[in-house]
């Protein structure tokens, strides 16, 4: 059984519809994810990573001569993106030996408790809350 990836994001699902449309056209199946969510909320497209345009792995080669031909890029992810504020926090955090023994999310989110850590010594060190 083929495993569905991820080939492109867009922030609205009308985008996505017309890529979908495209792609349906040639015989592709296609799965739009987090669809339904942004067309709800659009508001928090951004925060869950826009709506996903997903295919069959076995289709990627063709996915991408389609949009070669279309002018489009594709880009393959195997599991959800990272976005943001993560992406860079874990390029702050490979430049530390310490944290480089750790998984991914374990590293960012021992470096978001330091961060707090040291902005509570620093909020008390200052004569904060009294």
């Given at each position: 059984m083929d495993k569905f990836i991820t080939i492109m994001t867009t922030q609205y699902p009308h985008e996505a519809h017309m890529?979908?449309?495209?792609?349906?056209?040639?015989?592709?199946m296609v799965f739009l994810k987090d669809e339904l969510t942004v067309?709800?909320?659009?508001?928090i497209s951004n925060a869950i990573g826009g709506v996903k345009i997903q295919i069959r792995s076995s289709d990627f080669l063709l996915v991408q001569s389609i949009f070669q031909d279309i002018g489009l890029q594709t880009s393959h992810e195997e599991d959800e993106p990272s976005f943001g504020m993560v992406k860079w926090a874990e390029k702050q955090l490979d430049k530390i030996s310490f944290f480089t023994k750790w998984p991914g999310e374990v590293r960012v989110l021992g470096f978001i408790g330091m961060i707090m850590l040291l902005i509570v010594l620093l909020v008390y060190g200052l004569g904060g809350f009294e």
């Open positions: 890529i979908k449309s495209k792609l349906e056209s040639e015989g592709i067309q709800s909320h659009n508001f």
